[in-house]
Nanobody, 128 residues
Framework: QLHLVESGGGLVQPGGSLRLSCVAS????????IGWFRQAPGKERELVAA????????YYADSVKGRFTISRDNAKNTGDLQMNSLKAEDTAVYYC?????????????????????WGQGTQVTVSS
């Protein structure tokens, strides 16, 4: 059983940066693709970035392209999301997820239902 724990959320001013981390335990993360999702109040959970198990392929939602960077360190069983130039509309609970059979390309990174394991989420609030 894979267990995921996110950290790094918080309150930041518009234009600021945050780095979210996802630490996995219970099973090697390098078998899994990683997705970072977010869910704002009253909205559906959406994929913002994904990275393949090898790190060779990444996907970014248009809304975060050029501002967010996803990465992973299989040796440390971790995945990170670097978020720069944050905007008020980035405010949401951010979730790390792991999927064995998801397909990550430059055009897509899988849907919510394709990810088997989820962290508890970390709140990101962008406000002045």
């Amino acid at each position: 059983q894979l267990h995921l724990v996110e950290s790094g959320g918080g309150l930041v001013q518009p234009g600021g940066s945050l780095r979210l981390s996802c630490v996995a335990s219970g099973f090697p993360l390098d078998y899994y693709n990683i997705g970072w999702f977010r869910q704002a109040p009253g909205k559906e959970r959406e994929l913002v970035a994904a990275i393949s198990w090898s790190g060779d392929s990444t996907y970014y939602a248009d809304s975060v392209k050029g501002r967010f960077t996803i990465s992973r360190d299989n040796a440390k069983n971790t995945g990170d999301l670097q978020m720069n130039s944050l905007k008020a509309e980035d405010t949401a609970v951010y979730y790390c997820a792991a999927g064995l059979n998801t397909r990550v390309t430059g055009h897509g990174g899988g849907s919510v239902n394709e990810y088997e394991y989820w962290g508890q989420g970390t709140q990101v609030t962008v406000s002045s």
